[in-house]
């Protein structure tokens, strides 16, 4: 099947995570940023490395498309 991947704020980051994990503070991309919505935030996306660790991705944005 395929994989459910929520973009989640867990307090202090916005996540990119799997369902079961939402909320918490886990996932493969993040950005440590308590901005209001995630396109709205200033701090660095990071993605997981394959060796748990991350890697910064500055040209990493979360975008925003149809809401009114």
Not at 1 to 29: C, H, I, Y
Not at 37 to 66: F, H, I, N, Q, Y
């Amino acid at each position: 099947g395929e994989r459910e991947m929520w973009l989640a704020f867990t307090g202090s980051s916005w996540n990119v995570q799997d369902a079961a994990d939402v909320g918490k503070p886990s996932g493969f991309l993040f950005v440590p940023d308590s901005a209001a919505v995630p396109s709205r935030a200033k701090g660095t996306w990071r993605g997981a490395d394959g060796k748990r660790g991350w890697e910064e991705l500055p040209a990493l944005r979360c975008t925003a498309e149809g809401l009114a």
